[in-house]
């Protein structure tokens, strides 16, 4: 390969005024060379308003944006010298801009030494010192100099060897890569990913994303070791069962981009304009609060290593269960996807490269905090450089978890984003995290300099239903804080300045979209009744009691599911009953009269808890967790009964009991429930049990006679009924709950609920599928309880149904051999006879 940089393309004691001329100098030496059309110069400075592209020590990686390469010629790099320095980013001065126009992956490699001479200090400074352009041409190029050594060399690969394509239509990304790693790690064999003449340790995270491995790469996979066999072919597995789920992802994204809704307002008086891109629908008006953030000042505080050592392990195992219980209340509030982004930062602690980065900097003398510091911000700069827009993107996840890490260790590095008053918020860029914090009752919107529409804070707004618009440019942190705004989320379009006439047409066109919002809940609010009659009760999972009003909005009626395990997360001891009776008042006056279902605690299997010391299990799905715990631990039952039969006496409420799988267990907590009711003179009120297990679908003609109702928790039903980890990284794709076995099970259920005229309702995942809805409603059940975004979907695919169809469509699916026919069954001339 030819190399990239030549002497003509380096300009030696250069000066810039700023930013944006070094980019255009460095821009200029490219277009005269041949190797870029003068346009692709406006997509170098473009990137800048998306992303930062300092390096770090002194370096800027300047490059265009993956959309303008049709205007690069070859693949081609230009370095700007600046001795005095230029101001990059946020105090940063560049004295190297190095210039890439790639076409494709050959700059990869000079990426690559770059960043090892960021390590090298003595080397950085000959480069900007030089007098002579080809000290930095065999610099970059890989060409050695005296005793300099900045070759990179691939990898071979290990003996045994696979070869695949990587069919993901966005590449490589943070998600998969930790499924990958996740199964790497279950074997002892070497392994390697080789993509190019780039190779990665799959049981790396980081290394994985640098491969920059994008839709339809070419990949060998190699191992070598004791069970390099085994490793390959569940690697490979991991890969390919992997490729459905992110075909559908991105399917689901164009369908949200191609229901994006056109600009809904523009001023006609002259406004200051932000354009930037959709990241949440939505329409606001109101004051913005300008939220500054400066980088982390950590300071080199030198201390003994070894006590350093044990700080920093302590900071990881804190932030590990952290990352855990946030993973646990984003999956609680907002769903499963969303949970996902926090289970990869957690996976990131893992990565070994940026751990021995920092361990290497604490044995060489530095300070704990300003070690990982400094290990994690040559890890995002890495991400961040490079070419793929996703795969930078996750600079911004490194640099949160990084955050969380340093916040253990003592350093204050916390961002507010909490506000006292409605306003639109505005800032550089919000790390997932703190999205996922915001409360959308004050937050009326928000804006970001840099971001994409498939970040991970895109993707939060977008759930939480928060009007966003992200890549808005640097000018957007010019804006006086209080100043008012108004924010089209769904054309991505921020205007300040704007008149008082144009301010009324604004709220004008606001209580427009209001009343169009409002005629839609009154469809979402017609019962789920079938064509021929029959009406299901539609309830939603939520976990707090703010929730309920959105839920109503979306249709439901009543809450099917209250989880109750937010109150013990995020917190170093139990609530008090007080607190726990507070929280249960409110949810009783929020439902107004309608159904409530409140699930008592459901600790343990996925959902641990670190104050409760609970013992290490080798297998807790199986072990002791929700009612089996609650039964050995009453200081934490008996507060909770306490607190839920004092909310009755406000207002009607269900209790139900997790994870029952003998009829002991429910007799014991039936008891344990009228005890507390009697001492404190409530209301009787329905006692209930959550089928998952089973043992208690097979038995439940007999725990029908016990208790007063069942909701069926198809997720944990299907991972016991097909003995599937629905965490394994291999095999939670088989956790299916169309599969016939678990549809027959719930038929058991129902039927043994029958013969004592007991209600049943269903708070899995599969009451949120229209086709498992539908199946469900002709298996008999009388109530689906699911998240508040499927509800609308679910109650149309009722109303458009007859009963007697979807009992046909239940029995064929009982009939079927697996999944697959299940789900052919959802075929047009189904849905026609429907």
């Known amino acids: 390969m030819p190399s990239l940089l030549t002497a003509e393309l380096v300009r030696l004691n250069a000066r810039a005024s700023s930013k944006l001329d070094a980019i255009v100098q460095a821009g200029e030496l490219l277009a005269a060379a041949g190797y870029i059309e003068p346009a692709y110069i406006e997509s170098l400075q473009g990137r800048e308003q998306v992303s930062n592209t300092y390096l770090g020590s002194g370096v800027a990686i300047p490059h265009g944006m993956q959309e303008d390469r049709h205007l690069i ?378 971001g994409g529409p498939t970040s991970h804070t895109a993707i939060l707004a977008r759930t939480l239903g928060v009007p966003a618009a992200v890549a808005c440019g640097a000018a957007l942190m010019d804006i006086a804080d209080g100043s008012e705004a108004v924010l089209d989320g769904s054309s991505g379009r921020l205007y300040i300045g704007v008149s008082a006439t144009d301010r009324d047409r604004a709220r004008h066109t606001q209580r427009q979209l209001a009343d169009e919002a409002q005629r839609a809940a009154a469809n979402r609010a017609l019962p789920a009744a079938t064509l021929d009659g029959h009406v299901l009760e539609i ?45 249960y008042r409110r949810m009783v006056e929020a439902s107004g009269g309608r159904q409530l279902i409140i699930r008592t605690l459901d600790i343990g299997g996925d959902k641990q808890v670190p104050y409760l010391n609970l013992p290490h299990e080798s297998n807790p799905f199986l072990g002791v967790r929700g009612l089996r715990l609650c039964l050995r631990r009453p200081d934490l039952f008996l507060p909770q009964l306490r607190a839920l039969y004092r909310a009755a006496k406000d207002g009607p409420l269900w209790i139900m009991f997790p994870m029952v799988s003998t009829l002991d267990e429910a007799r014991q907590a039936l008891a344990l429930a009228e005890t507390v009711r009697v001492e404190l003179g409530a209301p009787k009120v329905p006692l209930g049990i959550m089928v998952e297990t089973p043992s208690a679908a097979a038995f439940a003609d007999h725990f029908a006679a016990l208790v007063d109702f069942f909701s069926i928790g198809t997720n944990d039903l299907t991972q016991y009924v097909l003995a599937v980890d629905r965490e394994h990284p291999e095999l939670a794709r088989m956790a299916e709950s169309l599969h016939p076995a678990v549809l027959r099970m719930i038929k058991q259920t129902v039927e043994g609920a029958r013969r004592h005229r007991k209600w049943v309702g269903v708070c899995g995942g599969l009451a949120g599928d229209p086709l498992g809805a539908s199946i469900l409603a002709g298996l008999g059940v009388d109530e689906l309880s699911m998240s508040a975004r499927d509800i609308p979907a679910v109650k149309s695919r009722l109303r458009a149904s007859r009963l007697d169809a979807l009992q046909a469509l239940a029995r064929r699916a009982l009939d079927c051999e697996d999944v697959d026919a299940v789900r052919a069954l959802d075929s047009d001339d189904i849905k026609a006879a429907a």
């Open 539 to 583: 309830g939603a999972n939520i976990t707090r009691p703010e929730q309920v009003r959105d839920a109503i909005a979306s249709g439901a009626d009543g809450v099917g599911l209250m989880r109750t395990e937010f109150l013990f997360l995020e917190r170093h001891d139990a609530p008090s009953e007080d607190e726990q009776y507070d929280c």
């Open 73 to 450: 010629r070859r693949t081609g790099v230009a370095v700007l010298q600046l001795p005095e320095g230029v101001e990059w980013h946020d105090g940063e001065r560049a004295n190297l801009v190095v210039a890439i126009a790639a076409q494709s992956d050959e700059h990869i490699a000079l990426l690559q030494r770059l960043t090892r001479l960021i390590g090298d200090p003595a080397q950085l400074l000959a480069l900007v010192e030089a007098r002579d352009p080809h000290v930095l041409v065999e610099a970059l190029n890989g060409a050695t100099r005296g005793t300099s050594t900045v070759i990179d060399t691939t990898p071979a690969d290990f003996e045994q060897c696979i070869e695949l394509v990587l069919d993901y239509p966005h590449g490589l990304h943070a998600r998969p890569a930790s499924a990958w790693v996740a199964t790497s790690k279950r074997y002892q064999a070497a392994m390697r990913v080789r993509h190019g003449k780039l190779a990665a340790d799959p049981k790396n995270l980081v290394s994985l994303l640098q491969l920059g491995a994008t839709a339809n790469a070419q990949l060998v996979l190699s191992a070598q070791g004791v069970d390099a066999a085994e490793a390959l072919a569940a690697l490979k597995r991991t890969i390919e069962n992997l490729s459905a789920e992110e075909h559908e992802r991105a399917a689901a994204a164009r369908a949200r981009r191609q229901k994006a809704q056109p600009v809904a307002w523009a001023p006609l008086d002259p406004a200051t304009l932000f354009d930037g891109v959709s990241a949440g629908p939505g329409f606001a008006i109101g004051p913005v609060r300008v939220l500054r953030t400066t980088q982390p000042d950590i300071q080199d505080r030198p201390a003994d290593t070894l006590e350093a050592t044990h700080q920093l392990d302590r900071a990881l195992r804190e932030t590990a269960s952290e990352l855990d219980a946030l993973t646990r209340d984003t999956t609680a509030r907002l769903g499963a996807a969303e949970g996902e982004i926090f289970a990869a930062h957690r996976e990131l602690l893992n990565d070994t490269e940026l751990l021995n980065a920092a361990a290497r900097m604490l044995l060489d003398g530095h300070g704990v905090a300003w070690s990982w510091h400094q290990a994690a911000e040559q890890q995002a700069a890495r991400l961040a450089a490079l070419p793929d827009p996703l795969l930078a993107a996750r600079a911004t996840d490194l640099r949160d978890v990084a955050r969380r890490v340093l916040k253990h260790l003592g350093e204050d590095v916390a961002t507010d984003t909490r506000l006292d008053t409605p306003a639109i918020l505005i800032a550089e860029d919000l790390a997932p995290s703190d999205t996922a914090m915001l409360d959308p009752a004050v937050t009326l919107g928000f804006c970001t300099v840099s």
